[in-house]
């Protein structure tokens, strides 16, 4: 990209994961001029954990060949629990240790930049928002299939970020309240227990000490291959059980769109993460879904797609808060 | 009220319901100076409606001994279906042949006033955020418990409408997606067909057909008085059928309420509608379930109350809408 493409302000974004912290620079139209990615170390705990993150950021601007003087504010992307207002990272699950950790203030210091915090669904729902599947749209649903079921809400161009954070935990909300699976939260019937990677490889296991069906996937189990990937790989490929598993996968997912249809009524519910990649057969199945269960109007109109970013959703969304919250909208 | 009291402007709010059109004059501080309700006489048709609309108008501005210069604007809440942004109902279950009436317009010519359409159970929603049980938050969830259940939700002040106006149909979520009990709207396992009025009787009506047990609700149904309100009085009675009853009840909107807590997170959520006179014990099975199910900071923290604004809160929360539209906020 040529400097005169460029459009001023730029903005840090800075996603935080478990195993690797993920930064860019991006423009003030969402346009990404670097990416990097380094280990986060998170059992090192939260003190050489800010350093990290703020490693990635120095690196991501070194890579996009502007200065620090060229930013204008940083964005921050984080797994949960979290005070976002406060800037607070609270039990995190993913990064123990780093309870009650003011992550944003201490990034902030060490910066020298103006910082905000978001919860890295929430930043990658409006990175999609932003420059992704979903540009142009007022209102939007993220689901991220993963190990869990993440996700965001925009709202006229707005995080639903909730009173105590924990807006779009879309993989809680109960879809089964009698005899539900349980979820690695501990709660029973939510969504995520049925429509994760990890529940689908459950239900796969389950299904294959039932039955004595000829499948692929035993080969997979003994191999030690059984994963979200191979399953939707035999299931393409015909192996009955793994295409009996994956539509019911979609099935799970259409109720979870259908419930947001009908709460929230967006124009368009993306789906992104792993799963993303299962291609046009499975995205297919969670359309057929939701025309069969929700209402008439949104069954015909609400858009039902993959999401575009990739893994760079959450530093281009974090980017894109700290343009929120700190841009001047009328420059740029 | 004295005039001194009466903050300017003065806002016109009227809400058309199947049986009765309630039409009210609300100050810019949501206190209403008037309040009246005339038959709809839905059978007759959109162009006697609409004129029933502004007779019941006319009389409430007339109760508030204000004069029609006085009104700054109108709302008007009526059910749906509708296209709240195009001011038009669109297949209304409640108002057979009113399809596609662009009821806004045709009664904004009538009354010579800037008119503003919303769906009925958003406005009551509105309502009770601005001078109901919800004054002072920021984001408030609405339940409406009566022949079905409906629903509005508010989110940093604003009434989440939806793309296709189809925003907080809170009584359509699944929470039951296998082998769940049909709805009126014909999907299955949605939260109205386990919590609404209806629902509540016909699980006691199948109750009694299952089994012998002795209970008053047997009675009830042998005069034709098996009703929402004498189960919860032979509940408060200490009948065993009607105590379950009521518990699974308020089982079932507790699931709804941890849904909305896990999506939305508001600030409050709140139970109003025919079965928000149930009483103190109704409402505290609704938290027991609400705390067991729910995330630790909403379940500790999210406030769960019934609406204070009873029918009133409808033609409130109309004129409200109006003043959002309409209203110079930095007056009054």
Known sequence: MSATERRLPFYLGIDLGGTNVKSGVVDDEGRSLSSVSIETHAARGPEAGVATLAEAGRLAVEASGLSWDDIAAVGLGTPGTMDIAGGMLLEPPNLPGWNNFPVRDRLAALLKKPTVLQN????????????????????????????????????????????HSHGAEVGH????????????????GHL????SATALVKRAVEALERADEETALRRHLAAGT?????????????DPLASR??????HYLAVGAVCLMHL???DIILFGGGMSSAGPEFIGLIREGVRRMAFPLPAAKTIIDYATLGGD?????????????FGERSTG
């Open 120 to 163: 890295d669904a929430n930043a990658a729902a409006y990175g999609e928002f932003w420059v992704g599947a979903g540009k142009g749209v007022s209102s939007l649903v993220l689901f991220t299939l993963g190990t869990g079921v993440g996700g965001g809400i925009v709202e006229q161009g707005k995080i639903i970020e909730g009173r």
């Open 192 to 195: 995520e227990a049925y429509a």
């Open 226 to 238: 059984l994963t979200a990937r191979s399953i939707n790989e035999e299931s393409l490929a015909g």
């Open 245 to 250: 598993l994956m539509r019911e996968t979609a």
């Open 313 to 325: 959703a959450g530093y281009i969304g974090a980017a894109g808060c700290a343009r929120m919250a």
């Open 264 to 266: 929230i009524d967006p």
């Open 173 to 188: 909300m109960i879809i089964q309240m009698e005899n539900g699976r349980q979820c690695g939260c501990g709660g029973y």
